[in-house]
């Protein structure tokens, strides 16, 4: 792995693809989570301590090409700064002659971060500036143009720099101009910040060298968004656990009565198939078996329990039941390699989210007891936060889609582009 361990900054300048997507409060601009720029700070600080000076680059929500201050990463400065206990420099455009400036003038030790980067559409290479009544041969050509001018724009962005040093691992499954195509420019000089690092070695662990019993747990609101994982995953799992709401897509195909549950009617046929799958491969299915039902998609809504397959006509399940929290946790209990991926229930209402969290503190019990553990995802990683679980997990990882696309097979584009 071309990691930034060996490499000496010394006089060096890098610039280094972070991921300073954070939330903001609405109203005052400020951080509300840093979980992901304390994320960059081993590798920033391994430049800056090597006596070389670090030129940061994100993007910030989705401007779709077009500079607003809602999206600008001045609002995150002061964060910054506070962790990582140092003043640092400011270019109110990423490329241009302040940015120039400011880089040439860049002394050892010093960090400068770099404007939105999506305030330009060659950032994702997208002509965001086309109409919506454009013609496809419009759109066809518009495409050309901004590849083209994306071109230049990644020119102007490694020009600032010696070495490139990729640590953004929630978008290195997107072939953006500062996640895969910069690296190009730094042949033997492109390499992988810490929490790549770290996050490539969780994810090999599981996937690649896992301690059995390996217990995979998918849960989350549609089968259609974890299909492709839960089919790679077969391939290398003993258990798979089924929880949340694409539970009752399986339920349904198996012919269970799921009142107004979540359902993905045209999924029936492929969660059948899943399960014909997993037989064939020898792999255990755990489906929930009971649930707490309510009359209302509401906080507020009333509640009772059913099996999971007589919901009553009229109630919908949105969290696993309390015999299911007993099955699950036995098999999760048992594994000596366990990933996490998307909530057990709607746990984003107080009444609904007990499934989720008795599932996060099955997950951090096993670990004490030697299991190697994997959360992913924002949803899973919000629930290990929320119950204060997270040092008792082995690894949480901070790229939702990336890690999921990892864990379906995919090489990331991102990552693809420093390996080569
Ligand atoms: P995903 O982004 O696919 O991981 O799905 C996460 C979302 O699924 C969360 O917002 C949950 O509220 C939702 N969810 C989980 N269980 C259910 C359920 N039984 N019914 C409806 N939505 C659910």
Not at 57 to 63: D, V
Not at 111 to 134: C, D, H, I, Q, T
Not at 172 to 201: C, D, Q, V, W
């Amino acid at each position: 792995m071309k990691t930034i361990d060996n490499y000496n900054f010394n006089g060096k300048k890098a610039i280094v693809r972070v991921d300073f997507n954070v939330p903001l409060d609405k109203a005052t601009f400020q951080v509300t989570d840093d979980t992901r720029i304390r994320g960059a700070l081993p590798t920033i600080k391994k430049i800056i301590g090597d006596g070389g000076a670090a030129i940061l680059m994100s993007h910030l929500g989705r401007p779709n090409g077009k500079p607003q201050d809602k999206f600008s990463l001045k609002h995150v400065v002061p964060t910054i700064e506070k962790d990582l206990g140092l003043k640092i420099k400011f270019a109110p455009d990423c490329v241009g002659d302040e940015a120039k400036k400011l880089a040439a003038e860049l002394k050892p030790g010093e960090v400068l971060l770099l404007e939105n980067l999506r305030f330009y559409e060659e950032e994702e290479g997208k002509p965001y500036s086309l109409g919506e009544n454009a013609t496809d041969e419009e759109k066809k050509a518009a495409k050309a143009k901004v590849k083209e001018s994306q071109k230049e724009f990644v020119n102007k962005l490694a020009s600032l720099a010696d070495c490139y040093v990729n640590d953004a691992f929630g978008t290195a499954h997107r072939a953006h101009a500062s996640t895969a195509l910069i690296a190009a420019h730094f042949p033997g000089n492109s390499m992988f910040g810490y929490l790549i690092e770290s996050e490539l070695k969780a994810m090999d662990k599981v996937l690649k060298a896992a301690d059995k019993p390996f217990t995979a747990i998918m849960g989350g609101a549609k089968v259609s968004d974890k299909i492709l994982i839960i089919e790679n995953l077969l391939e290398k799992v003993n258990n798979l656990i089924i929880g949340g709401g694409m539970t009752y897509t399986f339920i349904k195909a198996q012919g269970g009565s799921i009142g107004k549950s979540i359902c993905e009617e045209d999924k029936l046929d492929l969660a059948k198939e899943i399960l014909t799958k997993a037989k064939a491969k020898g792999v255990n299915v755990y489906l929930p078996v009971d649930a707490i039902n309510a009359d209302a998609f509401d906080a507020n809504a009333n509640t009772n329990i059913s099996k999971v397959n007589e919901t009553p006509d009229g109630w919908m399940g949105l969290d696993i039941g309390p015999e299911t929290v007993k099955l699950f946790s036995d098999v999760i209990a048992k594994s000596k390699t366990i990933l996490w991926n998307g909530p057990m229930g709607v746990f984003e209402m107080e009444k609904f989210a007990h499934g989720t969290s008795a599932i996060a503190k099955a997950i951090a019990d096993a670990t004490a007891k030697g299991a190697y553990s994997l959360v992913g995802g924002g949803d899973s990683v919000a629930a290990v936060n929320k119950n204060k679980l997270a040092d008792k997990i082995s690894y949480v990882s901070t790229g939702g889609g990336a890690m999921l696309e990892y864990m379906e097979g995919k090489e990331l584009p991102g990552i693809k582009a420093i390996r080569e």
